[in-house]
T-cell receptor
Framework: SQQGEEDPQALSIQEGENATMNCSYK?????LQWYRQNSGRGLVHLIL?????REKHSGRLRVTLDTSKKSSSLLITASRAADTASYFC????????????FGGGTRLMVKP | NAGVMQNPRHLVRRRGQEARLRCSPM?????VYWYRQLPEEGLKFMVY????????ESGMPKERFSAEFPKEGPSILRIQQVVRGDSAAYFC??????????????FGEGSRLTVL
């Protein structure tokens, strides 16, 4: 099974609303990252949070990390139609430094 | 500064043919990673290469798949005798140092392989 599992698998909201996506993982991690993928395109790095951090902000993005629950959340505030994409969390497991392990992704649709 | 360049963007092969996917990392990056993405799924790690060396190929299928990153030229992911199950998007990513140190990978747009 995958290290990172996103929840929900799909999310549909209206423009201006906030979107929250969650990610759970199984083993200890060095850091957790969130990536975005537009349909048919490559992945774009959004934000990285280290295992000793609890919260991080970047523009309209807010990421939290709870290592006791092995979970992270990505919040996009005041969503826009252009935020429509798939969002993936990815982790570097404690003993697998070469491998960035991705979850299955949350497909976000923001309706104008 | 050009990003990670992959070609071809789309490739169609018949069963039994060979597929060659190329990746030129960002300028100054000597670490290359290949990932595979099946439809509606996340990316799965395949192989990590540094110039002329395979560092980690734990995600590569044991047969038909090979990768190289020569001293000169792009990294190549080669799939011999393709089967329908090989149909997927193959992504290349690069970093200037082992990404455990930098934390961020830079991805190409992917090569989409369709096996008929």
């Amino acid at each position: 099974s995958q290290q990172g599992e996103e929840d929900p698998q799909a999310l549909s909201i209206q423009e201006g609303e906030n979107a929250t996506m969650n990610c759970s993982y199984k083993t200890s991690i060095n850091n957790l990252q969130w990536y975005r993928q537009n349909s048919g395109r490559g992945l774009v790095h959004l934000i990285l949070i280290r295992s000793n951090e609890r919260e991080k902000h970047s523009g309209r993005l807010r990421v939290t990390l709870d290592t006791s629950k092995k979970s992270s959340s990505l919040l996009i505030t005041a969503s826009r139609a252009a935020d429509t994409a798939s969002y993936f969390c990815a982790t570097i497991e404690g003993n697998a430094g070469n491998m960035l392990t991705f979850g299955g992704g949350t497909r976000l649709m923001v309706k104008p | 500064n050009a990003g990670v360049m992959q070609n071809p963007r789309h490739l169609v092969r018949r069963r039994g043919q060979e597929a060659r996917l190329r990746c030129s990392p960002m300028k100054g990056h000597s670490h290359v990673y290949w990932y595979r993405q099946l439809p509606e799924e996340g990316l799965k790690f395949m192989v990590y290469l540094q110039k002329e060396n395979i560092i980690d190929e734990s995600g590569m299928p044991k047969e038909r798949f090979s990768a190289e990153f020569p001293k000169e030229g792009p990294s190549i992911l080669r799939i011999q005798q393709v089967v329908r199950g090989d149909s997927a998007a193959y992504f290349c990513a690069s970093s200037p140092r082992p990404f455990l140190n930098t934390g961020e990978l830079f991805f190409g747009e992917g090569s989409r392989l369709t096996v008929l």
